[in-house]
């Protein structure tokens, strides 16, 4: 076990004090933080001082910060009981993603924040460590951890949610427009069909006031109205029909659809035939940025539990890109992840997995959010 730096933190029961007003060059030592490779879910109760006096927890929460062994950041703000507002009692539950590196962590500390105005109201710093596991062999890279990720990524497929809604009312009402402009031009020659209006060839029988002034040459006889109305619907019909093109230009378009034309490597191969082998598409749903979508079958084959399978796509895309997977099997109530990574200017995305598999059959979900390039 490393020597943590700090003082031990003070019990209170089956709690430990953590207290505000201690330094920010202090830290406490907080052995109930401290576990094995492969921990998940460990519960620390946790009593929050202001020096002797409990804090009031209304309307406040923590949020764990740290760096492992690794310099790998973690963030959560799993504090998932409050026992006692008033005492400052609370339950915060440490993620599996915090035990991954084993040895000291270089860094951690509890902000103590507003859930209203989401300002930093305390921190206080704390020691704790990650000790080897006696039975899992590697680990794998210690992954960046943050929970606020899946809320972050609700807010943006809301966002787009309301951008496509906007865009289909737009062109709901821009193809109302069409139909009326359409639906009077019809009007229009229906009623000269059925000589409605004076025609030069044929006989033509005025039965309203009609005056003439001026000389009036029936050879030449014209009617500027008529030709005036026919020029505004038909401008009218042209500037709805721009107006739909320019609504739906560069957006929701597909610029590939569903296509094979990738590469399997690592642990992934195709399936031997199937209507569900893996398949791309590529969708531009606004100036400057498009989705990159796949679903299907692929095969996992590796003895090693932790892995790597890769995808060489039709298309560059970059770290700086956003990518999520879901990959569908039979954990056997082990625990599993498939984690998906970009390259930097590249076409490969390269998939980490837990949970070794003998040439099985899985379903995998992918969604890539990138521009245009």
Not at 48 to 72: E, R, Y
Not at 164 to 193: F, Y
Not at 220 to 226: A, D, H, K, M, V
Request: charged share 15%; net charge negative; glycine share 8%.
């Amino acid at each position: 076990m490393a020597t943590l730096v700090g003082e031990p933190a003070a019990p209170q029961g089956k709690y430990v004090v953590l207290d505000t007003t201690v330094g920010s060059t202090r830290s406490v030592i907080v052995p109930q933080l401290s576990g094995h490779q492969g921990d998940a879910g460990r519960i620390v109760y946790l009593a929050i001082k202001d020096g002797n006096t409990p804090h009031n927890m209304d309307g406040q929460k923590l949020v764990l910060k740290a760096k492992d062994a690794s310099g790998t950041p973690k963030v959560s703000d799993t504090m998932t009981a409050v026992d006692s507002s008033a005492g400052g009692l609370v339950q915060f539950t440490v993620p599996a993603q915090f035990y991954q590196a084993d040895g000291p962590y270089s860094t951690a500390y509890f902000e103590l924040r507003s859930t209203t105005t989401d300002t930093v109201i305390s921190t206080i710093n704390v020691s704790f460590e990650v000790l080897e596991s006696a039975t899992i062999m590697t680990t794998g890279q210690s992954e960046v951890y943050n929970n606020a990720m899946n809320n972050e990524m609700e807010k943006i497929n809301a966002s787009i949610s309301n951008q496509l809604q906007v865009l289909q009312d737009q062109v709901s009402n821009a193809a109302t427009l069409a139909k009326t402009a359409q639906a009077s031009l019809d009007a229009l020659v229906a009623a000269a069909k059925a000589n409605s209006f004076a025609t030069l060839a044929g006989d033509n029988n005025f039965t309203g006031n009609n005056h003439f002034g001026g000389t009036t040459t029936i050879e030449n006889l014209s009617s500027p109205t008529i030709d005036n109305l026919k020029s505004t619907l038909t401008n009218n019909i042209n500037a709805v029909g721009n107006s739909v093109s320019s609504q739906l230009a560069g957006k929701l378009t597909v610029t590939e659809n569903w296509t094979r034309n990738y590469t399997l490597g690592g642990a992934f191969t195709a399936p031997q035939g199937g209507a569900n082998q893996f398949a791309l598409s590529r969708y531009k749903i606004m100036d400057g940025l498009s989705i990159i979508t796949g679903r299907g079958d692929i095969v996992v084959n590796s003895e090693n539990e932790y892995f790597e399978g890769t995808i060489t796509l039709p298309w560059i895309v970059d770290n700086a890109d956003t990518a999520f997977c879901q990959m569908y099997w039979d954990s056997k109530g082990d625990f599993t992840y498939a984690l998906p990574h970009l390259g930097v200017w590249d076409k490969t995305l390269g998939i980490s997995m837990k949970g070794k598999r003998n040439n099985q059959t899985c379903r995998l979900s992918l969604v890539i959010f990138t521009v245009d390039r």
